[in-house]
């Protein structure tokens, strides 16, 4: 069955930075596009980053562009979240996502805690 694992989550100073991992197994990597997603204390989910399975240019968020990077290892089944100049609205757990045949699939979340 389809398994993500998140990690690399912590406790990070405003302006800092930090990379997410995302391991997947359960499926064929590379044929799929792989997302993160976050939800903050009291909101709802939402979409930050997806990389397409072949390449080509990711998907933002508005409130991520030009700080987070998103990248895939299709050697090591692995998607990476690249968090930089942090806000303390990126509190949030953060999520792996991959859809499968028409099911979502979640991970179980890493926390991420922007604070001074």
């Known amino acids: 069955q389809v398994q993500l694992v998140e990690s690399g989550g912590g406790l990070v100073q405003p302006g800092g930075s930090l990379r997410l991992s995302c391991a997947a197994s359960?499926?064929?990597?590379?044929?799929?596009?792989m997302s993160w997603y976050r939800q903050a204390p009291g909101k709802q989910r939402e979409f930050v980053a997806r990389?397409?399975?072949?390449?080509?240019?990711?998907n933002y968020a508005d409130s991520v562009k030009g700080r987070f990077t998103i990248s895939r290892d299709n050697a090591k089944n692995t998607v990476y979240l690249q968090m930089n100049s942090l806000k303390s609205e990126d509190t949030a757990i953060y999520y792996c996502h991959v859809l499968f045949s028409g099911r979502s699939n979640w991970g179980q979340g890493t926390q991420v805690t922007v604070s001074s």
């Open positions: 359960g499926f064929t990597f590379t044929n799929y596009p």
């Open positions: 990389a397409l399975s072949a390449g080509g240019t990711p």
